[in-house]
């Protein structure tokens, strides 16, 4: 199996820019699709970006589409997110998840087989 630990979280001022990490642990020699989810407090678990394996395919949430790009590096076993134009309604906690198998991504957060442990990310006004 794999271990992903997620950093780069913090907090930030509305309009400024964080980049998010994904190193992958264990099983590094089997691809993954790769996903970013967020949690809000009292919210719902939501796909915020994913990449297939080769990294050719995206998929974006539509309030993020053209502020996030998600990207990989497959030599250094790590994802990123970078996040530009915060707005405050993008803190939440963000995970890392790893997909095995089947389509790249799923919004259901039920389709993904390991995840990290989060990493917050706070927007101020």
Avoid: H
Avoid at 63 to 91: C, H, W
Avoid at 98 to 103: D, I, L, N, Q
Wanted: hydrophobic share 35%; with cysteine; net charge positive.
């Amino acid at each position: 199996q794999v271990q992903p630990v997620e950093s780069g979280g913090g907090l930030v001022q509305a309009g400024g820019s964080l980049r998010l990490s994904c190193a992958a642990s264990g099983r590094t020699d089997i691809s993954y699709n790769m996903a970013w989810f967020r949690q809000a407090a009292g919210k719902e678990r939501e796909l915020v970006a994913a990449i297939s394996m080769s990294g050719v395919m995206t998929y974006y949430k539509d309030s993020v589409k053209g502020r996030f790009t998600i990207s990989r590096d497959n030599a250094k076993n790590t994802v990123y997110l970078q996040m530009n134009s915060l707005k405050p309604e993008d803190t939440a906690v963000y995970y890392c998840a790893a997909k095995k198998s089947g389509v790249y991504y799923s919004t259901l957060y039920t389709m993904y087989d390991y995840w990290g442990q989060g990493t917050q990310v706070t927007v101020s006004s």
